[in-house]
């Protein structure tokens, strides 16, 4: 079965595998989702209620929350570089999008990834 997120409005109703998600950033009372295939979505949802019903509805997700602004799929994060706040998304073939980030949020956020790293070995 698919690890899908559902969200729904009183007029649509959207579903999109975890997988096929690449990030969603905010836009204050809105919040906007990449997709894998480079199409974006503007949801009427803030990132917080977006958060949390990632964490009911997709199960072993690798979602983290970077700063107040920023949720990313980890498995795409290609390049992060504190000093200059560049977080880079890839799947190293079809696309590459480059966010900005605080310097607190990138530490902590590579500071989670070299830790997660470190557990497999």
């Known amino acids: 079965m698919n690890n899908l997120l559902t969200l729904s409005t009183q007029t649509e109703l959207m579903r999109i595998s975890a997988h096929c998600i690449v990030f969603i950033t905010s836009d204050g009372n809105y919040s906007t989702l990449m997709q894998l295939d480079c199409n974006s979505r503007m949801l009427p949802y803030q990132l917080g209620q977006i958060e949390k019903q990632m ?11 970077v700063g107040k602004s920023l949720i990313v799929n980890c498995d795409y994060i290609n390049f992060i570089n504190i000093a200059k706040q560049k977080l880079i998304m890839s799947d190293a073939a079809t696309f590459t999008h480059t966010l900005t980030a605080s310097k607190e949020a990138l530490k902590k956020l590579k500071d989670f990834l070299d830790e997660e790293v470190a557990q497999q070995s």
Do not use: E, G, W, Y
């Open 55 to 65: 964490d009911k509805q997709l199960k072993n997700h690798s979602f983290l929350r």
